[in-house]
């Protein structure tokens, strides 16, 4: 079944504005990473969040997570057009004895118009 | 060096043709990952290979055949696909051998057309 699924599947903004994307999941997971993806291009990673953090920063980006909503947001503060491209969130879970899964959601496609 | 590379940037081959698609990384990455990705689509996983070993596939058609020659290269032996195998095809490995427990760090791709 699909894990991550990100909101808005589109995402229109003005240079300089903020800009957030969220994903959802069905199960409880380990980690849940972001990552933004230019067209045709192979995937950047941005951030990993582990389910016993809350927040975190990396330069621009805010990433949260909230395990009992089984949701995480990503913000994009102060939007360059350079930020233009398509971000995935992805979930991770480990049920033991071997058993994995790293589930990429649909993706959020982020237009940023200078 | 923290980047994988891929060979070639783009293939374009016939149903009959045998063609490979190459990956490398230099980061001594103990996992690398094949991803396939449709247009709009998220990246879907079709192998994973952990200290040179395949340790998961995606049930993927046998058309497709992966190999781990040592632990910095990664190929992927393509023999009569379809033209409905079109995609671009994403290599990717992790300092981890657990799939998805830390960072995975992606080549630019492979843009793959079958007529």
Redesign the interface.
Known sequence: SQQGEEDPQALSIQEGENATMNCSYKTSINNLQWYRQNSGRGLVHLILIRSNEREKHSGRLRVTLDTSKKSSSLLITASRAADTASYFCATFAYSGAGSYQLTFGKGTKLSVIP | DTE?T?TPKHLVMGMTNKKSLKCEQHMGHRAMYWYKQKAK?????MFVYSYEKLSINESVPSRFSPECPNSSLLNLHLHALQPEDSA?Y?C?SSQGS????????????T?LTVL
């Open positions: 994988v891929q689509k998220p990246p879907e996983l671009l994403l990717a657990l799939l998805g427990a830390d960072t995975q760090y992606f080549g630019p791709g843009r």
